[in-house]
Nanobody, 116 residues
């Protein structure tokens, strides 16, 4: 059974930084393509960053140059370094497989709130 546990969110002022973490269990982590998704109030969930098993990354246009996704296969962990945060980055952030979220049970997510 796949289990996803996100952490690291919080309240930060615009221009600040946060580092999110996601621990994944129940899969062959090292060969999985994974991603970070976010869902803002009243909006659909969107993929913001993905990373392949070979560390190839891709980003939503809105976060390019500000966010960096990484992984540690030894720790079954996925990370998202978020810099130069903007109020429009406010959302609940989740991890799942990418580019299609195939893990049926999502984690609880971690709330990121950016104040102006």
């Amino acid at each position: 059974q796949v289990r996803l546990v996100e952490s690291g969110g919080g309240l930060v002022q615009a221009g600040g930084s946060l580092r999110l973490s996601c621990t994944v269990s129940g899969i062959a982590f090292s060969i999985a393509t994974l991603g970070w998704y976010r869902q803002a109030p009243g909006k659909e969930r969107e993929l913001v960053a993905g990373i392949s098993a070979w560390d190839l990354t891709n980003y939503h246009d809105s976060v390019k140059g500000r966010f960096a996704v990484s992984r540690d296969n030894a720790k079954n962990s996925l990370y998202l370094q978020m810099n130069s945060l903007k109020p429009e980055d406010t959302a609940v952030y989740y991890c799942n497989s990418a580019p299609t979220p195939r893990f049926v049970t999502w984690g609880r997510g971690t709330q990121v709130t950016v104040s102006s």
